[in-house]
């Protein structure tokens, strides 16, 4: 692995995130009839398969009889369990509240898994951009009114958390061997799979009207294939801990595509929330990109 690819890393998983945040934009310009659920089996479905293509005409689909299978379930299955544990919180909670839980835990039990399972010690200065981009998702989702919160409703965040953070964990250690390219293809397609049960569910019309179908492949070519290889990409060359905080940049873009394109507006609390991401990942960018420039490696036990 060259010198910059590493220092371009945190650029990959940066833009991925990015990609990310476009989700609940593109998902409130979706036909009315289209639900949650079913949006997020066909952004896997497609990605799935977009990867698929990709990885066959660039001749890396290849797997062998040591593939991990261990390994790719687990990443497969927290894929497809973020999708319903994330909508069905944010149902009981709001969006606010369930973005803050579900995204903002992510990088703490990232974290947390790492360092049991690959012996990997985050970087002090992961303690200061998770900290920092952590009070960020807080002001930024910052709810306008009180009220009794579903300790349901947060359960299943914290679960959707866990469910990133364990997929982001296993993805890496099949991405210590294999193509970003494969991985991220068979991970996706299995992940559609597991999903594919919400079509019998809930209504898929909506995927044939004019607007349906633009969303949907815009969902699964750029927000899922061309995300998660970004995604993949950087994590092949950082620690776990490093690139969940690194995707609090998807909060970060929902929001300005939030203001800018669906008109909503920003309260006080929110520009301060803005303000503590963006310091957070500037922290974690340039000291990442500060470690390598010398040559400085991850501590591990």
Not at 3 to 8: G, M
Not at 27 to 35: E, H, L, M, R
Not at 43 to 54: C, P, R, T, Y
Not at 141 to 163: C, D, K, W, Y
Request: charge should be positive.
């Amino acid at each position: 692995m060259t010198s910059k690819t590493i220092k371009t890393a945190p650029l990959f998983v940066l833009l991925g995130a990015m990609l990310w945040g476009t989700i609940g934009t593109a998902q409130a310009f979706a036909p009315d009839i289209a639900n949650p659920l079913t949006i997020g089996a066909t952004k896997m479905a497609i990605g799935g398969f977009a990867l698929l293509v990709i990885s066959f005409f660039r001749g890396t689909l290849k797997i062998d009889k040591s593939w991990p299978i261990l390994s790719t379930m687990i990443a497969a299955i927290g894929m497809a369990a973020y999708q319903p544990l994330f909508f069905i919180a944010v149902s009981k909670i709001g969006i606010a509240i369930g973005t803050v839980v579900a995204v903002g835990s992510a990088p703490t039990i990232a974290g947390i898994l790492s360092f049991f399972v690959r012996k990997e010690r985050p970087e002090k200065i992961w303690y200061v951009a998770t900290i920092l981009a952590s009070l960020g998702c807080l002001f930024l989702f910052a709810p306008g009114s009180g009220g009794n919160v579903s300790i349901l409703g947060v359960l299943l965040a914290l679960g959707a958390g866990l469910a990133y953070a364990s997929y982001a964990l296993a993805s890496k250690q099949l991405l210590d061997k294999y193509p970003s390219d494969v991985v991220e293809a068979v991970v996706c397609s299995i992940s559609a799979i597991l999903l594919s049960p919400l079509f019998f569910i809930y209504k898929s019309t909506w995927l044939f009207e004019p607007r349906g179908i633009l969303i949907a492949l815009h969902l699964g070519l750029f927000a899922t294939a061309l995300a998660y290889l970004l995604f993949a990409r950087g994590l092949a060359s950082l620690p776990v801990a490093t690139v969940v905080t690194l995707t609090l940049a998807e909060p970060l873009t929902a929001t300005f595509l939030g203001v800018f394109l669906v008109r909503e507006r920003l309260a006080f609390s929110s520009l301060v929330g803005i303000t503590f991401i963006f310091l957070g990942l500037l922290i974690l960018s340039v000291g990442k990109k500060n470690a390598n420039n010398n040559g400085a490696k991850e501590t591990e036990f």
